[in-house]
Nanobody, 125 residues
Framework: QVQLVESGGGLVQPGGSLRLSCAAS????????MGWFRQAPGKEREFVASINGIGSLVNHADSVRGRFAISRDNAKNTVDLQMSSLKPEDTAVYYC??????????????????WGQGTQVTVSS
């Protein structure tokens, strides 16, 4: 069992930056691949980025590659999403999730077992 709590969301102007963090508790963190997903109003949940259990592999969606970066600190049981050059279309609720496929970087939500409650990111002037 893993509990996930996201933080760091908020309102930011286009072109700005924001760092999301997800704190995990309840199990051995490094045995889980971690991912970030987002869901905008009226749209389906979308993969953003993922990282394998030891942090040696990362995967980013085409829509965010070069602007967002996922990282993890297994000593602190956290996974972060650094977001830069934000656009209005990045506005969404962002969720972190944990997958048992620790050696990979899953992009499908069905591969994740545990989910956080989400944090709102709004990009607007």
């Amino acid at each position: 069992q893993v509990q996930l709590v996201e933080s760091g969301g908020g309102l930011v102007q286009p072109g700005g930056s924001l760092r999301l963090s997800c704190a995990a508790s309840g199990s051995i963190f490094r045995t889980y691949a971690m991912g970030w997903f987002r869901q905008a109003p009226g749209k389906e949940r979308e993969f953003v980025a993922s990282i394998n259990g030891i942090g040696s592999l990362v995967n980013h969606a085409d829509s965010v590659r070069g602007r967002f970066a996922i990282s993890r600190d297994n000593a602190k049981n956290t996974v972060d999403l650094q977001m830069s050059s934000l656009k209005p279309e990045d506005t969404a609720v962002y969720y972190c999730a944990a997958s048992l496929y620790s050696g990979t970087t899953p992009a499908m939500g069905d591969n994740y077992l545990y989910w956080g409650q989400g944090t709102q990111v709004t990009v607007s002037s």
